[in-house]
């Protein structure tokens, strides 16, 4: 008989260590004298009984508000608002965050949605709302204050304060796994594009959602991606990995619960909005079905490799640059590729020996997502880190996915300051080439994730839990009867429960 494992009981063993546990970061060791020690256990020790104040939990949090700290300065040349001589793309500090300030019309007192259209769903621009307007309202009194620079910087908390509450969620899932976070506190991304946009609102309750998941609260899950999913529509994919792996289980109540308050969250939150002012409620969707081949996107790639780009006869057009003018045929497309990945995702739940764990499903789902859409913009980065820290927490594939995404970075700058100058920056192959490092980074992590669902032996997580740690109601329950009948093979006992 199995049992349902109790967090902070079901793992196998102590606290991991990257030193010892981690190829790449064994190596590295080496240059400060080699792995941790068996007597160096002080970061080890349950924080009643802590002898230190600087835990691995306390330094990871303060890596990541060093993290946030850099980032505000690497935007600061921006923040006045004086954009001259293209200096927000010279000095690689351009942010949404400010320059929608004024585009969205929050310096003139516009209340998103009900005066102006917003391209963004209903939290986002609530959030906007929620800050600009009081902005707004002061600067009115005083004429000196320089709005855009305080709409931002009030942002910047806001969404900072966000990424550290994402670290300590990482941190609470992973509590004898702790140096995971540092993945995340430390990533080039993070500190590159935290406040281009306003991902970290989808990304911070996104997060919580799936905390909530692990703690075996379905219904506070469910809502709590869904209001992810109000602000930036991608936690809502997360909910086809909960329904396929609890259907395995047999576990689909607690699904089902999920995804129904997930559906009111989603509605309570749209419907103030969209009854009254339907028509500017509706231009986040008019926008990405309008939306032709965006930079750094597989379809851009191809649009390059067709060399057919802007040519004059509509009839001798390559196949990419013939979906970028045919851009309801490039939805299905892009929708029917992402819809194909979903299945295999799906199959791949039900076919693997032993019953994937949540974070690896979702991380494969949302970076199917990115590879075939045809938007990527750079600060979408974001979304994947804290799953790919959840799915795969090693550090060697993490770190030369985040190279290319610096070098995505840099590059994209410069393609922006061609395009505002009229005068390339680099050849259009250096961009086309940094665009295809990342995409092929993340099918590499998206390969090896796959790789360890197929060999559970080779998981890092499973190394130091039982089962799931973010399983909640799945973690440590049996595959369903079902499942073991479709396969034609006796049932697998689930390993019991056991302490450390």
């Not at 923040?79 to 400010?98: K, S």
């Not at 910047?156 to 004898?176: C, Q, S």
């Not at 969707?285 to 965006?294: P, Q, Y």
């Not at 060399?307 to 851009?327: A, C, H, Q």
């Amino acid at each position: 008989m199995s049992t349902q494992s109790t967090p902070g009981i079901d793992e196998p063993g102590a606290h991991d260590h990257p030193s010892r546990s981690d190829g790449f970061v064994r190596g590295l060791s080496g240059l400060i004298g080699g792995p941790l020690g068996d007597h160096a256990v002080a970061l080890d020790r349950p924080a009643g009984r802590e002898r230190r104040f600087w835990t691995a939990a306390r330094i990871v949090l303060a890596l990541v508000c060093l993290t946030l700290a850099l980032h505000w300065v690497q935007k600061s040349p921006c923040q006045d608002g004086a954009w001259q001589n293209n200096v927000q793309y010279t000095r690689f500090c351009y942010t949404d965050v400010l320059a929608l300030y004024y585009a969205e019309g929050l310096n003139e007192g516009k209340v998103p949605y009900r005066d102006h259209p917003v391209e963004y769903p209903v939290l986002t621009g609530y959030l906007m709302g929620a800050l600009g307007l009081p902005v707004h309202a002061l600067g009115t009194g005083d004429p000196e204050l320089n709005q855009g620079q305080w709409f931002y910087n009030l942002n910047a908390l806001v969404l900072g304060a966000l990424a550290v509450a994402t670290v300590a969620v990482i941190l609470a899932l992973r509590r004898r796994r702790p140096w995971d976070a540092a993945l995340f506190a430390l990533a080039p991304a993070l500190l590159l594009t935290a406040t281009v946009n306003w991902d970290l609102l989808a990304i911070g309750l996104a997060a919580f959602g799936l905390l909530a998941w692990a703690r075996s609260r379905p219904a506070l899950a469910g809502a709590l991606l869904g209001l992810a999913g109000a602000a930036k529509l991608w936690p809502l994919f997360i909910l086809g990995p909960v329904l396929m792996l609890a259907l395995r289980a047999g576990r689909l109540r607690a699904a089902l619960t999920a995804i129904g308050s997930a559906i009111v969250a989603v509605v309570v939150v749209n419907l103030p909005v969209a009854i009254p002012y339907r028509e500017n409620w509706d231009r986040f969707f008019e926008l990405n079905t309008e939306r032709a081949i965006d930079w750094g996107t597989l379809w851009y790639i191809g649009r390059y490799l067709d060399n057919k780009v802007g040519s004059p006869d509509p009839t001798d057009l390559g196949p990419f640059e013939w979906l970028n003018v045919n851009i309801p045929t490039l939805n299905v497309l892009t929708y029917a590729l992402f819809g194909l990945a979903c299945l295999g995702v799906a199959a791949l739940a039900l076919a693997a020996p032993r019953r994937p764990r949540l974070a690896q499903l979702a991380f494969l789902v949302v970076a199917a997502f990115l590879i075939f859409s045809k938007v990527w913009s750079q600060q979408f980065v974001l979304w994947l880190l804290p799953l790919a820290v959840l799915a795969r927490p090693k550090w060697g594939a993490f770190l030369a996915w985040q190279a290319a995404e610096v070098c995505y970075f840099a590059a994209f700058y410069g393609e922006l300051l061609g395009a505002a100058t009229a005068r390339p920056v680099f050849p259009e192959g250096v961009f086309v080439l940094a665009a295809t490092l990342r995409l092929t980074t993340v099918v590499v992590l998206c390969a090896l994730v796959i790789r360890e669902i197929m060999r559970p032996e080779l998981d890092a997580v499973r190394g130091t839990y039982l089962d799931d740690p973010d399983g909640g109601v799945l973690d440590g329950a049996p595959d369903a009867g079902w499942l073991d009948h479709w396969r034609h093979r006796p049932a697998q006992p689930t390993p019991e429960p056991v302490s450390p």
